[in-house]
């Protein structure tokens, strides 16, 4: 919202920021409530939780910047 008013392009600008957070936890406050909840609850995972979360982060990086640069195209 706040850089709305400094771009023309808006669609470009709402698809960077879905797609921009991806592969890190501090990326969304939802992001981060499930760590603390799970490290609460699992202190001894919260390794492979970490591990889990970048791995499929990862993969639907990889699979949502081509179909957001094709988009672009179009």
Do not use: D
Not at 30 to 53: N, T
Request: avoid cysteine.
């Amino acid at each position: 919202m706040l850089l709305a008013a400094f771009s023309q392009q808006s669609e470009a600008l709402l698809l960077g920021v879905n797609v921009g957070g991806l592969g890190t936890l501090i990326a969304s406050m939802a992001s981060v409530i499930s760590y603390k909840l799970f490290a609460e609850a699992y202190p001894a995972q919260v390794r492979h939780y970490l591990l889990m979360f970048l791995y499929y982060n990862v993969i639907g990086l990889f699979l949502l910047v081509p179909a957001v640069y094709f988009l672009m195209l179009y």
